[in-house]
């Protein structure tokens, strides 16, 4: 079940924290959060993709490659005219097991009052808690339509396979700092965007990177290189933190909250539900490409299931012109996570499992 800590905290929660003063955002910024060992003195030199490389030695990492065309003046962003379904009282709430098992999909596990529930033994999160009616668990007509409809879709891919990694944070935006090794979250995941380069690119990809070495980047800008490209996906890379609990471990994936529902967590951030964006075009489309990433993934590592989120702070989400999600790859704030995440092998894992999500 779930423990008595905000989920949400780590770099996610930082990068909302950006997000909010970049959008001009009056969402009040969390208190009592540390973004990272208060403790621990700063680093004497930033990690550099050369630090990277020598503690590699038996797995060389892939080249470099050319960083996107500086972007454009950014472009109006698109009116967000989203077919709605809004939530309607007088629509029955579903039995859910029931429609499921209509539908040849497994039963899933959940209980009346709790949004968590197990899909084919995978953890999402409800807008709305499932209520018991007659001794049947069901569900809000939303949840049915944003979370259980998708799963009877076949994962489609866009044509060309196109798709944008984007390495979260780089430059002065360290991210989280790795509880084991004086190391730090945006050389993490750029680590890892370039692993996972040449495996999509050997399923047929055409890779973009957002950022390929050690560069401040905005959200918007973020967002921006993936419309100049014209990307077909948008994979966000990130890692966790809990700090100072030390315990919490897992892999979390997150996609943007369809209108209408409640995110997974709204403990500091006003979640407007009423709120629309451009990506809630792809709410299915989202899903089903988080929970295949999810999933590959939990078998890659063998990590904790911490479930597929629905959040609408992300800045770097919320405006995609496609599908798009964004994955914590563990907690740099775990003891047993941080070192493995600190090693090579690990992060290959890591690509190799949302590798074969895009097969
Ligand atoms: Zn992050």
Redesign the pocket.
Same mark, same amino acid.
């Given at each position: 079940m779930r423990q008595g800590w905000d989920p949400i905290r $780590?770099?996610?929660l930082?990068?909302a924290v950006v997000g909010a003063l970049a959008m001009g955002c009056s969402a009040p910024r969390p208190t009592g959060y540390t973004r990272f060992p208060e403790t621990l003195p700063p680093p004497t030199e930033s990690p550099t993709s050369a630090t990277i490389a020598s503690q590699a030695p038996t797995e060389p990492r892939p080249p470099v490659v050319a960083v996107p065309e500086p972007p454009p003046p950014r472009p109006a962003e698109p009116a967000a005219q989203v077919p709605q379904t809004p939530p309607d009282d007088r629509e029955p709430w579903t039995p859910i097991a029931a429609w499921c098992r209509s539908r040849g999909l497994p039963s899933p596990e959940l209980q009346a009052g709790s949004r968590a529930v197990k899909i084919g033994g995978i953890t999402h999160y409800l807008g709305f808690e499932p209520v018991d009616q007659g001794g049947a668990v069901c569900i809000h007509p939303l949840d049915r339509i944003k979370t259980f409809e998708p799963l009877l879709q076949a994962p489609t891919w866009p044509e060309p396979r196109t798709v944008i990694l984007d390495p $979260?944070?780089g430059g002065s935006q360290a991210?989280?700092r790795c509880l084991t090794g004086n190391r730090f979250?945006k050389d993490f995941?750029l680590d890892w965007a370039l692993r996972l380069k040449p495996l999509l690119e050997a399923r047929g990809w055409t890779v973009h990177l957002t950022r390929t070495n050690d560069l401040d980047l905005s959200l918007t800008d973020r967002v921006l290189a993936a419309e100049t490209l014209q990307a077909g996906l948008f994979i966000s890379l990130?890692?966790?933190s809990a700090f100072p609990n030390t315990q919490a471990r897992g892999l979390e994936t997150y996609c943007l909250t369809p209108c209408g529902m409640a995110s997974t967590t709204t403990r500091v951030y006003a979640d407007d539900l009423s709120a629309t964006h451009p990506n809630n075009r792809h709410d299915a489309a989202n899903l089903v490409l988080a929970r295949r990433i999810h999933r590959h993934l939990l078998a890659a590592t063998g990590t904790a299931d911490r479930g597929i989120r629905r959040a609408r702070f992300m800045d770097v989400l919320r405006g995609q012109n496609r599908p798009a999600v964004l994955i914590?790859g563990g907690f740099l704030s775990n003891p047993d996570e941080s070192r493995a995440i600190n090693t090579p092998a690990y992060r290959q894992r890591l690509a190799e499992g949302v590798a074969r999500a895009l097969e």
């Open positions: $780590g770099c996610v930082a990068m $979260g944070h991210g989280t979250e995941t990130h890692f966790n914590e």
